[in-house]
């Protein structure tokens, strides 16, 4: 039995213009345990989704349950979840203790059952030494801790988290994925996440739902994303930096990238598709492999990328160290044929061989 799932849910907004569908029938199922992540651009509809779970928004249609149990028409008092916003919420004039166990008090919950969820959740977190600290005496990474310890100190068997993380610095972003996956891992709770960010959702999460105008692009583990996107929004939108996508067109033998005179690449059926493969998976070559001319050189420290011009359209190549290459040079970019991916005209992953007669870079 899944511990979430949503069933063909769709929620809309009237405005001046018209209805605006925010959420378009869209179903998944989350196993109980695991880390699920809602993820996509600004407008995408994740955070609508996230409060639909909730029960923050009512669903126009569709049915929502979790641990089995129906909970579309429920409010969110009886759907047995806490939840961690993008703003932390806290109330500056409580104490850190105060503001952990303000849900626990509101439910009347006893005096020595308080004391040890506060101290077993503080010994989690790391929070003891600042119990009796207000909010405005405590770093944003401390007040993230914060907000979690009031979530999981209800000790609900779901958690729903709606950007925590945007308010912190690159570091301390870093630092607080590891803890919050740890964390999640730890107490066997089920987590729902919400981000823009795809390093976010690939690092931490079990299951990545990937959204776009209301619907899902494609729903699995990071690495089928990521090896195998469903469509060309998902190849651009994982990996940093992103997949590269190379029109193609018809030549002598078969398919080749459009504004070149080969190598040829693909069977000519695949002439109107489009070409894939990801930086990290291109090397530099001499002599070998598709001509292209260097438009820049970023130097990262331990690899550089190196965009590319081949005929009119650009590309990146993620390669180790420093090259000696700089703008208007020539230079050659080879890749296996395993790396390639083809995308039909509509935009969607297909089913596509690689040439290999005569075109041993692709070998």
Request: include cysteine.
């Amino acid at each position: 039995m899944s511990a979430i799932a949503a069933d063909r849910v769709s929620k809309s907004w009237a405005t001046a213009e018209g209805a605006v569908l925010a959420v378009d029938d869209v179903s998944f199922a989350f196993e109980a345990a695991t880390l699920n992540v809602l993820l996509g651009p600004s407008g995408c509809g994740k955070s609508t989704t996230l409060r639909l779970i909730a029960g923050l928004e009512a669903a126009d249609g569709g049915r929502i349950s979790i641990d089995g149990r129906d909970v579309t028409r429920l409010p969110p008092a009886a759907r047995s979840i806490s939840m961690v916003f993008q703003s932390y919420a806290l109330f500056p004039h409580l104490t850190v203790a105060e503001n952990i166990l303000f849900g626990l008090r509101v439910r009347r919950t006893g005096k020595d059952e308080c004391a040890g969820r506060l101290a077993r959740v503080a010994d989690l977190l790391g929070l003891k030494p600042y119990l009796q600290r207000k909010p405005s005496q405590l770093s944003g990474g401390q007040q993230q801790r914060v907000a979690l310890g009031r979530a999981i100190i209800a000790e609900a068997p779901v958690c729903l988290m709606d950007e925590p993380l945007s308010n912190l610095d690159a570091q301390l972003r870093a630092e607080m994925r590891l803890e919050i996956r740890a964390l999640q891992r730890k107490l066997g709770i089920t987590m729902v996440y919400v981000t823009h960010d795809q390093l976010e959702a690939m690092s931490m999460a079990d299951r990545v739902v990937l959204m776009r105008s209301g619907r899902i692009e494609q729903n699995g583990a990071p690495v089928d994303l990521y090896e195998s996107p469903a469509n060309t929004f998902v190849a651009r939108f994982i990996g940093t930096p992103p997949m590269n996508l190379l029109r193609l067109e018809s030549a002598p033998g078969g398919a080749v990238i459009a504004g070149t005179d080969g190598p040829v690449l693909m069977d000519g059926g695949c002439a109107a598709g489009m070409l894939g493969v990801r930086p990290e998976h291109m090397q530099l070559a001499l002599g070998d492999g598709v001509r292209a001319v260097v438009e820049s050189v970023e130097y990262l420290g331990g690899d550089s990328l190196v965009a590319c011009r081949i005929g009119a359209q650009t590309l990146a190549v993620k390669t180790p160290g420093s090259v000696p290459l700089a703008r208007g040079d020539a230079t050659w970019i080879r890749w296996s044929a395993g790396a390639q991916h083809y995308f039909d005209p509509e935009g969607l992953r297909r089913s596509a061989p690689a040439r290999r007669q005569g075109a041993t870079l692709f070998a």
